[in-house]
């Protein structure tokens, strides 16, 4: 298995951008910010260990290694690998190379072998860190040699005292004349013999000429011993000494014998030539020669030196290569750990090697330009300080390309001094602000990042410092996703990734030896990297707002108002005064009519799918605009229309008296903090239609930043008002308290008397009604009869309402005088949430129990990409509010199913793309795929089609003998086949054989086969039906060749 | 319903079907011819009749006394023409191949006097005893079909037939076959022991040599050309050469060879394949002729170990996917 190289460094980076990346997301609650870090993460992921999958996956093979090579010569050889890899051979050592990955071609890597002797395998360490560059997992391979390599020692200097002569006498090897000879014997002349050679005696002798034979050298030949140490590195001087004497006295025209321990025994035998004597001395064994060598074994040395070369010593061999791999691995892995503290950091802050490759670089730059203009889209930095910093980026990028084989030193320098500058105007812009919190902090943030990419875009000589801009990118990038509310955010994220991708594909590229990457390992990368994404999508929950981070607010287009504390923005324009809808002009803002200072439910609207805001929030909840507490048979009217002013400044904290959940001083049970308050989320608005100037919350308000000095609260009628327009481009934050009762504490509560708690003036307008409802109120006795407390009462109201009326907005106007709810309730029973909540709240007050009609917005669709609630113009909404003692006001809606779970972005993906699917007919779905199946399948029949009679025929015969048992081996001739099946049919002889030369003919011999064979071919049928293959195949015996013989009958 | 093939596929011009129908009369009374003399070995006749049909030299690798010789002879006797022998040993020079210049002393010039080698065919006996020089004196021969002697060149006749033997189990004195020289050889074929029967008519009949003197030719020399040419007008199907074209390259990859067949040897892997068509009476290849051949024809050529070559050849046939009509 691989083992990682110094993962700590790759592996720790990667944890901490994750975790940053995955605070980000779930701090500032952006589905932006979790979707791009399921990319994130999935490259990271694969990035951490493609290298081991590849370095595992990775076949390696040897090609072609010489036979003879010389220690401390490099020598080259062939290998195969089936993926790129790092190779270093080990032992035999040599340098570095990157091997495979090329088109299947052989890669040549060189190898130095250190000592000499006899390799049958080369142990080499492969590493890989496909398909990003970003951890290298490396493993030891020992790759078996197609033949030896037989290493000669090193050259080493002659020892005159060496060699002696097979008299005993010593000798230096200059002494020996070139040219000598002597002759051998005589021979016939030949055309171009010297007449130097004649040999004058025979030729008188014979009558025709005789020449001289030589014999060279004519010398004794000489003896070297090589006589091993023990001790390897002695042994090799040695053998270098013998190799140089050896040599010395070939060159000087010398017959040498060599003498050595080999591992059959000590070897004495004549060396011919050079290439002869390494190899000798390759397999010398260390060790004493003793007594042995001399006459006594001269009879076992004489034998030819071709054969005995051939002396198999792979064992001996192998383990001189292990012990090379080890001293090797000792001697690296003292180097990798010495040194102390300071020599790490130095290593560790070596600049790498220039990186040549402009691809990386564009990716590189590309990436962080997308990043600066994602942030500029989402407001946190102006248009011209994106253009300054692109500009200066690319002017960086190439400025480093120009200098990266030789940065200069005063670059550093003004690098050093700028980033200083950079970061005492971000404390400078910091020293301004009260508090920082991120509302504060972002924009000056965003700012540092920027700068910081541009000055370090200076300073990117190598392939390391590039990557820490890909990843500065992807923390810009992070940063502006935070911010980012729409879809539209998708064009920056997608050209983003497509510059990192490339980006992280032309790192391991250039990591691996440089070129273009496989286009194919690309794909794959791809492929491998989505996997885990969709997984960390579907399985990761929806990152909500942390609760800690308060939005930046703004005023957007909204514009001041006349008179500020009255209800503007209705009808679309945001500083209109608002007006109670009437039957002439029942369009309000999208459509309903609602907010404003009344509601007249005799109205119908007509609510579109606009989107009019977003909200940012930890959980779905009512979005509350205002309530009214007084009913008039037709309308709900607020009371309180004046409201009171709330200053000075953001944030502003809500007086008590409009969140009543028990805050009432003293009225509470027992005098006691009610349970279930504290729970507080936090909501930020993003206005994106013009909606009137009410400031949402969810049920309870407590805290409002607001872009302004003075907000106003309509004091007991639950509305806070904003003194400016509120158009496209407003946020706002509100801290909520969303604390839902149990059922059982509400229970309990509900037994006191219903107006406990309120003031008096206020209870009576909750339970007042504006005539007598007999029929109602008979009604809702009849319902609640049994029940014992509030809730109860409640529950089993709506669940009336539930059963007894049904849902549409499509009913008839109200006709004059009548009163909404006795038409509703004693009518057709069908209307929507007005008529409903308003039937519950006349009911519960006919019982003498405080409720009110609360105005607003369900909480919309939930976007699983932007992680917002998407508040359309329809999602407006009607409900009842119920006040229990020591808890309040408590929500009820009669009319619809309040979401109760938060939502995962996975699911709620998939279940969006189902619906989607679901809108398209079935019929039409069906007839394209099965048009679409069918296409397929005739254009595969298609492609199988014989190409003419003559593959009909092989395509026949193979099915019957498939039928048979006995189908056609890949190897095997259509003749070869058909002989086969006519043993294996028993059919008459040369039925099959001749069909199958027949079409070999029309195959292989022209398309100008006759009409008459071709058409023949065409009817050509298999003897023997269908039938009688069914009843073949099963008792097919196994013959002896492993397939169904023929058998006896 | 039974079909009988198509004798020459009809797939010929004219013309050039007379010229394959002659080739395949040549080489239907070639094979019979040599079957009266050489008993019981069919594919040794086989492989000399392709070598006469595709022009490819033939090597002929067998223990003594299994008739080689009488093979050669047997050739050469069809064929019209006389046999020229070369005795492989020791002391053979290049000289005692190709010829030699000699001094006219009336002409006061030199003049070439050809070599045993100017032949038609040609044995060379025991071709491993002769030493490398020699030896690469037949290189430009079988190659060129030219003799160069002191910077002149001589061509060979046409065509030009080389019949080498040589004695496998008999190592001594003997000079193993250069890598080169072997390429050279299209075919290597051995004779074999013929079975008892054929060995009790063969000393009957006192050998092949009473067959051989009564053997008549066949055809004269240019009706062997003719029968060459129509050879190499075989149609080879693209499919088929593929086939032939794969089964060389996968010698080059196989397991335990370590030099592997030339793109020469798949040349010479079609032209034989084209003979054995001839020889079948067909005017195109099909993949059973390269499947036929392909020991013949490769085994000799792969660098492996002693022995291994012919199952590395026989093991590459039943794994190379074979084409399909």
Known sequence: MPRPQRPLVPVSSALALSAAWFLVAHEGGSGWVQLLGDLVWGALLVGLVGGAFAGARAKVSLRAV???????????????????LRFTPLAPPGPPAFVGGRSGEDDGITLVPARRGVHGTLTAEIASAAPFGMLWWRRHVRLSMPGELVVAPRLGAPRPADPVTERGEGELPTAVPADIGEPRGVRDYQPGDHRRFVHWPATAHRGDIAVKEMETPAADPVVVRAELPAEADAAEREAERAFGSVVAFLAAGRSVTLVTLEAGGARRAP??????????????????????????????????????DRLDTGQRGDSAAAAAANGQGAATGAAVRGGGLMERLRRANRPGPAEDSVALRVACAGSVLVAIGAVHAEGEISGGLALVAGALLVAGMVLSYRLRRRPPMWVKAVLAGAAVVAFAWFFHQLSGQQA????????????????????????????????????????LLAVAAAQATTLGFGIYALVWMGFAFTGLCYMWASAAGGGPPAPRAAAAALGALAVPAVALLLALPAPTVGGHIVFPVAGGSGGSLAFPFSLAGDRGSPSEPARAGSPADPIRVGGFTGFASRL????????????????????????VGETFDTWNGVSWLANNTVPGILGPGSPFIIPGTIAPTGTAPGTGPGGATPAGSGQSDLQTFYVVQSTPNLIFHADDVRQVWFPTREIFVRANADAVISPIGLGSGAIYTVRSDVSVPDPAVLRAAGVLAPATGLATRQAQRDVALPHAYPRAAALAAQVTAGATNTYDKVELLVDWLGTHTTYTTDIPPLPPGA??????LFGDRRGFCEQISTALAVMLRSQGIPAREAVGYVPGPYNPITDLYEVQARDAHAWVQVWFP???????DPTAVVPDANPSPGATLLRGTGRLLGTVPAIVVGSVMVTAILAWLSFGAWRRRPAGPAESVARRMERAGGRAGRPRAAAETLSEYAAALETLERAPPGTWRAAASTAEAAAYGDSRTSGAARAALGRWRAPGGRWRGYRRRQPARVGEAGRPGPRRR | MVLSPDPVGGDLSPDGRGGLDSAVQLGERLVENLGRVLLGAPAALEAAAMAALSGGHLLIEDVPGVGKTVLARALARSLGTELARIQGQPDLLPSDVTGVSVFSADEGTWEFRPGPVFAHVVLVDELNRTPPRTQSALLETMEEQQVTVDGESWPLPNPH???????PHSQLGTYPLVDSQLDRFALCTTVGYPDAETEARLVRHHGGKFALHELEPVSDIPGWLAAQRATETVEVAPAVARYAVELARATRHAAGVRVGASPRASIWLI???????????????????VKAVAPACLAHRLGADEGTALAVVRELLASTPSPRP
Do not use: C
């Open chain 1, 66 to 84: 010489p036979a003879d090579a010389v220690a401390g010569s490099p020598v080259a050889v062939e290998v195969h690998a089936s993926t790129r």
């Open chain 1, 819 to 824: 009163d909404t709810v006795n038409e509703f």
């Open chain 1, 436 to 475: 920082y919190d991120i509302a504060t902090v972002e924009n000056p943030l965003a700012e540092l990042f920027v700068a910081v990419q541009v000055i370090h875009a200076f300073d990117v000589p190598a392939r390391r410092d590039l990557s820490f801009s890909l990843a500065g990118s992807a923390v």
């Open chain 2, 271 to 289: 032209r034989t394949a084209q003979a054995r068509a001839v020889l079948a009476s067909r005017g195109y290849v099909v993949p059973d002729d």
């Open chain 2, 161 to 167: 037939l080389v019949v080498a033997t040589q004695n």
């Open chain 1, 271 to 308: 060396v011919p030539d050079r290439k002869t004597a390494g190899r000798r001395l390759a397999r010398a064994l260390s060790g004493s020669l003793g007594a042995g060598v001399g006459p006594s074994t001269s009879s076992s040395t004489a034998e030819p030196g071709g054969d005995a």
């Open chain 1, 886 to 892: 020591g808890y309040g006001w408590q929500s009820f």
């Open chain 1, 600 to 623: 007249n439910t005799a109205l119908r609207g007509s609510l579109g799918k606009t989107v009019v805001m977003r909200v940012r929030a930890q959980r779905p909840s009512y979005w």
